[in-house]
């Protein structure tokens, strides 16, 4: 085999792949409203959840603390009993 053609037909599998996908989520109806769904959820836990509560926890009680992981570790523990 020629290595232009290996190539060619590389490209070709690709594209048959990605037209797959493709196809797969026109077609999709339950599917995108469980997407939709989906990346909201990421969207809350990521950029609302995670800096509101993250930023409260562990940078404004660690100053005298010796670093942020024995921090938790220590408020885990604590927690637990």
């Known amino acids: ?3 232009h053609h290996t190539l ?3 490209k070709h599998v690709l594209k048959s792949i990605l037209q797959f996908y493709i196809d797969g989520f026109k077609n999709m109806t339950v599917g995108k409203i469980l997407w939709a769904i989906i990346l909201i959820k990421l969207f809350i836990m ?3 959840i995670k800096p509101v509560y993250f ?3 562990t940078q404004n009680r660690n100053d005298a603390r010796q670093t942020e ?3 938790i570790y220590e ?3 604590n ?3």
Do not use: G, N, W
Request: aromatic residues 14%; without cysteine; positive net charge.
């Open 1 to 3: 085999m020629q290595p």
């Open 8 to 10: 060619q037909k590389a």
């Open 46 to 48: 990521f950029f609302i």
């Open 55 to 57: 930023s409260r926890t």
């Open 69 to 71: 992981s024995d921090y």
């Open 75 to 77: 408020e885990l523990v």
């Open 79 to 81: 927690r637990s009993r």
